[in-house]
């Protein structure tokens, strides 16, 4: 039995998981920071690296009382090291350096967004590749192909913003704070989706990237054009554009390279119309969808375990020159 102490500091969430073997979680813990940024519409890199600080001795504590373990029973720290804010990634990475260093223990790098990857076999451990990934996150969204070896291609990307910095910014222009993304999910259920028809960029063209700063913009002029339009209609409208964009692309590629699974992945994947129609479209198309549970979805230090487990089994460990890597991407 092999237990791995995960900690995850990218950016605005402070996070530590305990793994036990390959999928038993034992331990997950978060201490949000929303509270430090909101009042400045977004995250302020140097409070998210302070906060970090402050609060991961306490989460140490919390996720060792929750697994009723002592440090000296954990065989492996991971850390994320990219990508992200690299005061934040620097406050873990140290941090994570300092336990291993301590305990004698390896330390494992983490590369986040093969965290958020590995998040779907922590809630389908049975789960096997071939798959078609959508990762859709603040600053990310991307199309993957999982091979049978779990080799990964990009197949696509976003070419401007990422799919969750289009519901912060225009949760930003429709004045309902941080974060957006859950703020126009809520405010959604009570507008009409199909009230007004924001462009859905690169739809149709023959590739699988994605662009949302078109999206954006179009909102923005249309509330100034129409100042009496109901803002639950205005969100409605404009999250069907973003979920109807990302799914048609991840349904184009399933078809082409003729894989059955799909999995939906990031902090977007925790958006109720997105998981709805996913779902829906799943019974309609035959495809298997595959999402994590909403916990697994958004920053977290489970998925990072996870995805140290790969490198644990196989020995690949850092030596104690780890670097943050805020521009660190699958490849
Ligand atoms: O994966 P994540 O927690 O952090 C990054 O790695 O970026 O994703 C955060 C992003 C934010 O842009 C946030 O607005 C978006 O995910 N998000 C959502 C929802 N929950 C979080 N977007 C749409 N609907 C949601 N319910
Ligand atoms: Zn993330």
């Known amino acids: 039995m092999a237990r791995l102490l995960a900690i995850e500091t990218s950016c605005d969430e402070t996070a530590i998981a305990i793994l036990e073997d390959k999928d038993r979680i034992i331990a997950n813990v978060l201490a949000s920071q929303i509270e430090f940024h909101k009042k400045y519409g977004g995250v302020v890199p ?23 373990l002592d440090l000296k029973m954990i065989d492996a720290i991971a850390v994320t090291s990219g990508p992200g804010l690299v005061g934040a990634l620097l406050v873990g990475i140290a941090f994570a350096k300092s336990l291993a260093y301590s305990l004698k223990k390896p330390l494992i790098g983490v590369n986040h967004l093969l965290g958020h990857i590995s998040a779907v076999f922590l809630s389908y451990p049975q789960l096997t590749p071939p798959i078609i990934f959508l990762l859709a996150s603040g600053g990310h969204t991307q199309i993957i192909y999982m091979n049978e070896k779990m080799e990964m291609e990009i197949l696509g990307k976003t070419r401007d913003d990422a799919a969750g910095e289009a519901f912060d910014k225009v949760a930003r222009i429709l004045e309902l704070g941080y974060p957006g993304g859950p703020k126009i999910d809520r405010l959604s259920k009570k507008g009409n989706p199909n009230m007004y028809e924001f462009p859905r960029a690169l739809m149709n063209e023959n590739n699988y990237d994605f662009s949302f700063s078109g999206l954006k913009t179009s909102v923005k002029y249309f509330l100034q054009d129409n100042q009496n339009a109901r803002k639950e209609d205005i969100a409605a409208s404009f999250q069907e554009a973003v979920v109807d964009v990302l799914l048609h692309k991840t349904i184009k590629a399933a078809k ?16 109720s119309r997105l998981r709805e129609k996913a779902i829906e479209i799943s019974k309609t198309e035959g495809f298997e969808i595959y999402i994590p549970d909403f916990e697994y979805c958004t920053d977290n230090a489970a998925m990072i375990a996870r995805a140290a487990w790969i490198k644990y089994e196989k020995g690949e460990f850092d030596d104690l020159s780890l670097n943050a890597v805020p521009y660190l991407t699958l490849g």
């Open 46 to 68: 140097e409070i998210a690296s302070r906060k970090h600080l402050e609060i991961l001795p306490y989460l140490l504590d919390e996720a060792l009382e929750q697994s009723q």
């Open 256 to 271: 082409e390279y003729r894989i059955e699974k799909i999995a939906i992945v990031g902090g977007v994947a925790a958006n």
